[in-house]
């Protein structure tokens, strides 16, 4: 089990960027996939985007083209969010293998 601990989030406006980041307290190995979650108030909780060990990406269709995941030499988990609407709102996860972060808001008012 590593410890993940998210940052970033915050309540901007439609249209505005936030950038999330997922540190970890101790060395993840590159090797691991990692991924962002969200879950809004009353819904289930939902990939966002990931990327493995060759740095190959994925992201559900409602983020793609606004929304870049990406990692440092650090191992440290990125998530740029562009152009936010009013239905990206929610807890943002990170998660490494088994491993989840406690999450940090995201508010964008509708």
């Known amino acids: 089990q590593v410890y993940l601990a998210e940052s970033g989030g915050g309540l901007v406006r439609a249209g505005e960027s936030l950038r999330l980041s997922c540190g970890a307290f101790e060395e993840i190995s590159r090797e691991n996939p990692m991924s962002w979650y969200r879950q809004a108030p009353g819904k289930q909780r939902e990939l966002v985007a990931s990327?493995?060990?060759?740095?190959?990406v994925n992201y559900a269709d409602s983020v793609k083209g606004r929304f870049t995941v990406s990692r440092d030499v650090e191992n440290t988990l990125y998530l740029q969010m562009n152009d936010l609407r009013s239905e990206d709102p929610g807890v943002y996860y990170c998660?490494?293998?088994?491993?989840w972060g406690r999450g940090t808001k995201v508010t964008v008012p509708s």
């Open positions: 998660k490494s293998l088994h491993s």
């Open positions: 990327i493995d060990s060759g740095d190959n």
